[in-house]
């Protein structure tokens, strides 16, 4: 069965350092990818999405991920993490062939910014 | 325009009770989705609708019955609450292929 890993559960970083967190999915075909971000409390909105083209997308507020192909990866960075970005994020991944627009997440990595 | 509206926001339910949670979307979406979030587990998939009138399951299924008998409505049902069924319940939609779109989601506890 397809599925989605994020490697980091619990992520603590002082304000200004990097950030990167690894998602790796098992399906073989093609595949939309996705990261959303759950602020405390909230509901998941979208920070960026690749469907095709240039392998490195940019979201918002300076988040960017890289889709490795032959690595099946699709890793999330921000060069310089704010407290506002302590947040739960969620790697997601959809089937183009299933017509369904279902995704299908990873278990999340909550992230905690000190100030 | 509201986008996707989940009601309603809290519940709590005894083991055996039912209830029906509904999600309304305003956005013309054909896809709507209901997840289940769970501590450490992510989103799981419980059913989901490609149209009006459709309905599909989903990974988690069990325990729980859907509804789209209007394009802009998906309704989730739980027939027996079991306390395995607290969690906090999203739905979403969407048009094909494209980003989910959340509600604020639902937070369910089974005593």
């Known amino acids: 069965a397809q599925s989605v890993s994020q490697h980091n559960h619990h992520v603590i970083l002082s304000e200004a350092a990097s950030l990167e967190l690894g998602c790796n999915y098992s399906?073989?075909?093609?595949?939309?990818l996705f990261w959303y971000v759950q602020y405390p409390g909230q509901h998941l909105q979208l920070l960026l999405k690749y469907f095709s083209g240039d392998p490195l997308v940019k979201g918002i507020k300076g988040f960017e991920a890289e889709f490795i192909k032959s690595k099946f990866s699709f890793n999330l960075r921000k060069p310089s993490v704010q407290w506002s970005d302590t947040a739960e994020y969620f790697c997601a991944v959809n089937k183009v062939s299933s017509n369904t627009g279902k995704l299908i997440f990873g278990q999340g990595t909550t992230l905690q910014v000190k100030p | 325009n509201a986008g996707v509206t989940q009601t309603p926001k809290f519940r709590v339910l005894k083991t055996g009770q039912s209830m029906t949670l509904l999600c309304a979307q305003d956005m013309n979406h054909e896809y709507m989705y209901w997840y289940r979030q769970d501590p450490g587990m992510g989103l799981r998939l419980i059913h989901y609708s490609v149209g009006e009138g459709t309905t599909a399951k989903g990974e988690v299924p069990d325990g729980y019955n859907v509804s789209r008998l209007k394009k802009q409505n998906f309704l989730l049902g739980l027939e027996s609450a079991a306390p395995s069924q607290t969690s906090v319940y999203f739905c979403?939609?969407?048009?094909?292929?494209?980003?989910?779109?959340f509600g604020n989601g639902t937070r369910l506890t089974v005593t």
């Open positions: 979403a939609s969407s048009l094909s292929h494209s980003p989910l779109h």
């Open positions: 399906y073989g075909g093609t595949v939309n």
